[in-house]
């Protein structure tokens, strides 16, 4: 499966933006999804997933109350719904895909997921 993120931009802070990483080839519900995020000097870090069905999501407590992961496998999208913005929230934003193993929980490391998109910027002005 192809990944593509777009949405990016510049904000200010308390801003909202909303992410979308769209998939092409292989059968899109097959697949959990996360986002990560990576800012100039630091390791990528796990932002948030949602699972093949769309029924379960798991978040950092860094973004926990303010991002809203969702999807829609009719549009092979995921989509990163942002609110409440910070300047730490800077980074380019990743989404990332893993087959889904139905008796496995929802992974946040980074080396788990298997197909990764180019990445969006996010800069968040203060």
């Known amino acids: 499966v192809q990944l593509q993120a777009s949405g990016g931009g510049l904000v200010q802070a308390g801003d909202s933006l909303r992410l979308s990483c769209t998939a092409s080839g292989g059968t899109f519900s097959y697949y959990n999804v996360a986002w990560f995020r990576q800012a100039p000097g630091k390791e990528r870090e796990f932002v948030g997933t949602i699972s093949r069905s769309g029924r379960s999501t798991n978040y950092a407590d860094s973004v926990k109350g303010r991002f809203t992961i969702s999807r829609d496998n009719a549009k092979k999208t995921v989509y990163l719904q942002m609110d409440s913005l910070k300047p730490d929230d800077t980074a380019v934003y990743y989404c990332?895909?893993?087959?889904?193993?139905?008796?496995?929980?929802?992974?946040?490391?980074?080396?788990?997921?298997?197909?990764w998109g180019q990445g969006t910027q996010v800069t968040v002005s203060s």
């Open positions: 990332a895909a893993v087959r889904a193993i139905l008796t496995a929980p929802l992974t946040t490391a980074v080396g788990d997921y298997s197909y």
